[in-house]
C-alpha cells in the first residue's frame, strides 16, 4: 500500500505563489507517475502536473507557464510550485500517484484545500 500525504495549501493572494508537497510512504515502484490534481466543488478531478520516475513532465493548459513540478530525483516526494494564481486555481488539491509495474492502481492524497483571495 501507498499514502500519500499533502501539505502547504492554505489562503493565497490572487497574483501570489503556492508551494505543495506530497510526502509518500510505501511501496513505491521504481517506474510510476507522481503528481497533482485539483477539484473544485462537485465538478471532476482535473490535472495539474505530473512528473513521471523517468523525469518526464505533464502540465495541464491552464497552468503552463505557472507551475513548475520540480524533479528532484526523489522517488517519495512530489512538489509543486504555482505563481501568478487566479481564482480559479482555487480548489481542493490532491496527491496522485500511479505505478507502471506490477498493480497498476490511482493512489490518492487526502487532499489539501487552497484558496484564492482577490
Known amino acids: 500500500q501507498v499514502q500519500l500525504v499533502e501539505s502547504g495549501g492554505g489562503l493565497v493572494q490572487a497574483g501570489g505563489s503556492l508551494k505543495l508537497s506530497c510526502a509518500a510512504s510505501?511501496?513505491?515502484?521504481?517506474?510510476?507517475?507522481m503528481g497533482w490534481y485539483r477539484q473544485v466543488s462537485d465538478k471532476e478531478r482535473e490535472l495539474v502536473a505530473t512528473l513521471s520516475s523517468g523525469g518526464w513532465a505533464n502540465y495541464a493548459d491552464s497552468v503552463k507557464g505557472r507551475a513548475i513540478i520540480p524533479n528532484h530525483g526523489v522517488d517519495y516526494a512530489r512538489y509543486l510550485e504555482m505563481s501568478s494564481l487566479k481564482s480559479e486555481d482555487a480548489g481542493v488539491y490532491f496527491c496522485?500517484?500511479?505505478?507502471?509495474?506490477?498493480?497498476?492502481?490511482?493512489?490518492w492524497g487526502q487532499g489539501t484545500q487552497v484558496t484564492v483571495s482577490s
Open positions: 510505501g511501496s513505491i515502484a521504481s517506474r510510476h507517475v
Open positions: 496522485y500517484y500511479r505505478p507502471r509495474e506490477g498493480v497498476i492502481r490511482d493512489y
